[in-house]
């Protein structure tokens, strides 16, 4: 019977010492994707200012044959006089993470958000609209 729990501890023990390498492997991994998702944000900082047109960036985006899709309100927007929340910000995927059990992605994506110029309106997109910021945006898609 000793023998027994001894064969099952070393299991036991092995078993830890594996999860701990695969852990350590996997956070290895997620460290180098999140310094590339940086690497790409400061690229795109560096082409696209903060108060460009939304007609230019598109226009950068469509020269360098980047897809981009459209979403509203990336983040909660703060706003002053003349300056409203109401635009579609743009989307350029750059990665993909693992997924929680309860949901089929989990995109990364460039978010240029943008600050509109009509008060009172729907969400839209705008020629006119202004680049506000060039963000890291994780996204889950498909989830229960």
Not at 38 to 53: F, P
Not at 82 to 94: E, F, M, Q, R, S
Not at 120 to 135: H, N, Y
Request: charged share 25%; glycine share 6%; net charge neutral.
């Amino acid at each position: 019977m000793r023998r027994w729990y001894f064969y099952l501890a070393i299991v036991i023990g092995v078993l830890v010492v594996a999860f701990g390498v695969w852990h350590a492997v996997q956070e290895r991994a997620r460290q180098r994707r999140e310094v590339e998702y940086q690497s790409t944000l400061r690229s795109y900082s560096e082409a696209l200012k903060t108060g460009m047109s939304r007609k230019q960036v598109e226009e950068y985006l469509s020269a360098k044959k980047l897809p981009f899709g459209q979403l509203c309100c990336v983040s909660v927007k703060e706003f002053s006089r003349g300056v409203h929340d109401n635009a579609y910000d743009d989307l350029v995927k750059i990665g993909q993470e693992d997924a929680p059990w309860f949901c089929s992605e989990n995109n990364v994506y460039i978010a240029l958000q943008f600050l509109g110029s009509q008060k009172d309106s729907l969400p839209g997109a705008e020629p006119s609209d202004r680049l506000k910021d060039v963000t890291i945006y994780h996204k889950l898609d498909g989830c229960l």
